[in-house]
């Protein structure tokens, strides 16, 4: 079992920033990846930016040069700075985890568990 948990959503002016952070939890023996995803009103649910377990970034293109994140393997955590946010940056963030962990059996699986979502809500 895997648990994911974000913070740092919040309400911030057009041009502020954020600091969003995600914990996993869990009897989990490795974690092959990390990312951000959004969801705005009514919109499908896109990819902000992930890292992988070398290192790895990837990023939206309208992230780039304004968003970046980061891993604090010995936590389980990743963190997504959030610069010059936009209005259009508003939604629902879930924290995304790749992770190995046992099964019921024992053996080792792939897990990809979500957070709950943290709001950002970016004000014109």
């Known amino acids: 079992q895997v648990q994911v948990v974000e913070s740092g959503g919040g309400l911030v002016q057009d041009g502020g920033s954020l600091r969003l952070s995600c914990a996993a939890s869990g009897s989990i023996f490795r974690i092959k990846a990390m990312g951000w995803y959004r969801q705005a009103p009514g919109k499908q649910r896109e990819l902000v930016a992930t890292i992988t377990s070398d290192g790895t970034t990837e990023y939206a293109d309208s992230a780039k040069g304004r968003f970046a994140i980061s891993r604090d393997n010995a936590k389980n955590m990743v963190d997504l700075q959030m610069n010059s946010l936009k209005p259009e940056d508003t939604g629902v963030y879930y924290c995304?985890?790749?992770?190995?962990?046992?099964?019921?059996?024992?053996?080792?699986?792939?897990?990809?568990?979500w957070g709950q979502g943290t709001q950002v809500t970016v004000s014109s």
């Open positions: 995304n985890v790749m992770a190995q962990a046992p099964a019921p059996t024992g053996w080792l699986r792939e897990y990809v568990a």
